[in-house]
């Protein structure tokens, strides 16, 4: 079952937030090499700016709540 929108997938991320999520990753590693971003300040980032998309917005913030 998604973790975000509880479709019933068999997986942790349905189809959509699972590339969402991919995206984030990558998008972070590129960060990271310019920055001292860490991946807790990066998901801050990525919640206030305007121009990230719904899915990836959700995920974002999920992962952000998320404690360990
Ligand atoms: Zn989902």
């Known amino acids: 079952m998604c973790v975000v929108c509880g479709t ?10 699972q590339s969402a999520y991919e995206n984030l990753v990558k998008t972070y590693d590129i960060w990271q090499r310019a920055t001292e ?3 807790d300040e990066y998901l801050g980032k990525v919640i206030e700016n305007e121009f990230t998309g719904f899915w990836a917005m959700e995920v974002a913030q999920r992962l952000k709540t998320k404690k360990g």
């Open 8 to 17: 019933n997938d068999e997986t942790e991320y349905c189809k959509r937030h």
């Open 37 to 39: 971003l860490s991946w």
